[in-house]
């Protein structure tokens, strides 16, 4: 059963919030003693404004002696004016209560955080602690704060109030007892269906929240794998949740609204109705007057200020305090927005990942050239054992390699082992954030290792000069870098002495042609913010298909791209000599290469795209979700 369900009314959170609240009470009996001391003082005061009105009318004005009446009325100024110093001494010990009930909710919520995080269980990170430590701790602690204003002051206020109504005569209390306890029953009835109509809202708005969170993680994947429709859907569908949520307050708010008209209007006009039958009972004019006073001075605004904070505040903090102190929530599985795999920002980190392909025999060393179409060599070893170390150098080796930012933290990749054979294209896919940039980084040595060893060309990579590890590889990034000047400066930035006929043969192989006679000409000069993303990537794909580096290393760098572009590019840059390692955009990338490296946060496995298929139920899902259906396996 979900959280949900056992707390589908506000009796079980009631029941769960009550003890601890008691405990906190019962650990400050200063402060409320102090608060009460206060407070008693503004039950003093509400006794006299009434009391004053009530003898300055019948002891003084109608008795014929102002003086009388003047001194009655000056009494109950003062004890109008007495109020400023009672509701600053009563603040100051307010937040004798708040502040300690802040600080105890917020480390309660880290401590529940940090539980969850080390536990490591389904689910991931725990985004909904950012909402509990941020706005629901200030929800809970403004809403504690206005509910003991609101219930002190009614508690004391109500009862001077009715003290004074007593004393002018025992008839009063009948008639303006009625109507006010009707209205406040009434009002306490849909205390306990408010408060289940809010902890849905804030149950949908953390939800909302959630699903905005995993989609702006998942953005590029949501793209690629083309479940933005899904993602979309899902969102949709909270937003309905929350409307309907918030239409379900409203209507409660409504009864309350009806609830406060009977307990702050009735009184009023039922003392205007009973004038006739109290006179008959000998209550004096001036009794009448006091009793108005009472209600409309004292007792309906303190009514009225206790309704509207009960309804409010009060459902707001038994939630907050029941989704903070309460038992953990369920581990339910949202639907993320990506694929069927786990949702983004809440993955595993990978266990110790070896590509999973089986070794195949050992292959002449010509059957590794630059140019074989058949990457024999090349496969990744068994789960568990070295790669091969005979035959010609690897384009791309990596032995065990650990990357972790950070000494504590969970390793991005953990044990990774891998061998590309040159003139190999292998594509790299996963969900956003798994590791793939972090691949990129370690084979182009701009990241070291935490470790292991990386080695292209046979040279490991770590601690090499800028300009060794410029003659062994090209990174181009997903945000391509276009620089002022010519189109040819552009082009040849990496191989200098590259001639014109290199360049216009770059040019048509990468599609460029448009955008260069657009521009003018090779000669032309280049604004960067002038080209769109596009652009920019294919004036940075014709700059690496121009470099002598035996190996290119594509982070997402035909993002931008439309499918055709993106084919062009990629088969352009395949048939120059050397190797290509690509982090795919799209399943036609994964496709086209000759094996396909799948990270999904527990291991890798490596292969052809059929045997990735077999091994990876993570690469069937974005297959499926790339082709607008399940994947079949082979």
Known sequence: MTRAAQTGDGAGALRRVTPPARRFLARRPGVLARLALWSL???????????????????????????????????????????????????????????????GLVRRAVDRSLARAVRGGAGGTDRAAVSRLTNQVEIARDSFAGLVLTLRSFVFTAAGALLGLLSLHPALLVVVLPPLTGGLLLF??????????????????????????????????????????????????????AAAAARALAGWAAVRTAALGVAGQLPVLALLLAVP????????????????????????????????????????????????????????????????????????????????????????????????ADPVGARSPVR???????????????????????ARAQPVLDSLDLRVAPGERLAVVGPSGIGKSTLTRLVAGTLAPSGGEVRVAGREVTGRAPAELAALRVLVPQEAYVFSGTVADNL???????????????????????????????????????????ERQLVALARAHLSPAPLLLLDEATCHLDPASEARAEEALA????????????????????????????????????????????????TGHWNGGPARTP
Not at 42 to 64: M, W
Not at 385 to 402: H, M, Y
Not at 499 to 515: F, I, N, S
């Open 492 to 534: 040849a930035y990496l191989r200098p002495d590259a001639d014109r006929a290199d360049l216009d043969a770059a040019v048509g192989a990468l599609g460029l042609r448009p955008l260069v006679e657009r521009l003018g000409g090779l000669d032309a000069p280049v604004r960067p913010a002038d080209l769109s993303p596009g």
């Open 277 to 372: 039958w109290l006179r008959g009972r000998g209550v004096t004019a001036g009794a009448l007057l006091g009793a108005f006073t009472y209600l409309v001075q004292s007792l309906l605004p303190a009514l009225h200020t206790l309704m509207t904070a009960l309804g409010a505040a009060g459902a707001r903090l038994l939630v907050v305090l029941d989704r903070i102190i309460g038992p953990e929530p369920d581990a339910t599985k949202a639907p993320g927005p990506g694929t069927g795999t786990s949702a983004p920002g809440h993955r595993a980190r990978p266990k110790p990942a070896y590509p999973a392909a089986p070794r195949p025999a050992a292959a002449p060393p010509d059957a590794a050239g630059p140019d074989s």
């Open 384 to 406: 568990g054992r070295r790669p091969v170390r005979g035959g010609p150098a690897a384009a791309v080796e990596l032995r065990s390699v650990t990357l972790s930012y950070g």
């Open 575 to 622: 048939r120059r000599r050397g190797t290509l390692l690509v982090v795919a955009h799209r399943l036609s990338s994964a496709v086209r290469a000759d094996r396909v490296l799948v990270l999904d946060g527990t291991e890798a496995v490596c292969g052809t795209h059929e045997e990735a298929l077999g091994r990876s139920p993570l690469y069937r899902d974005l």
């Open 188 to 241: 306490l009835a849909t205390l306990r269906p408010m408060a289940a109509a809010q902890r849905r809202a804030l149950a949908v708005d953390e939800a909302l929240g959630d699903h905005a969170a995993r989609s702006r993680a998942a953005l590029r994947d949501l793209t690629a794998c083309g479940t933005g429709p899904g993602a979309a859907r899902r969102g949709a569908e909270l937003v309905d949740a």
């Open 41 to 103: 003082a503004e039950t003093g005061q509400a006794f006299l404004v009434g009391y004053g009105v009530a003898r300055a009318v019948d002891q003084g004005f109608l008795a014929g002696d102002v003086r009388r009446g003047l001194l009655w009325l000056a009494i109950a100024l003062v004890a109008v004016l007495f109020g400023a110093p009672v509701i600053r001494g009563v603040f100051t010990q307010l937040a004798g209560l708040t502040e300690p009930l802040r600080d």
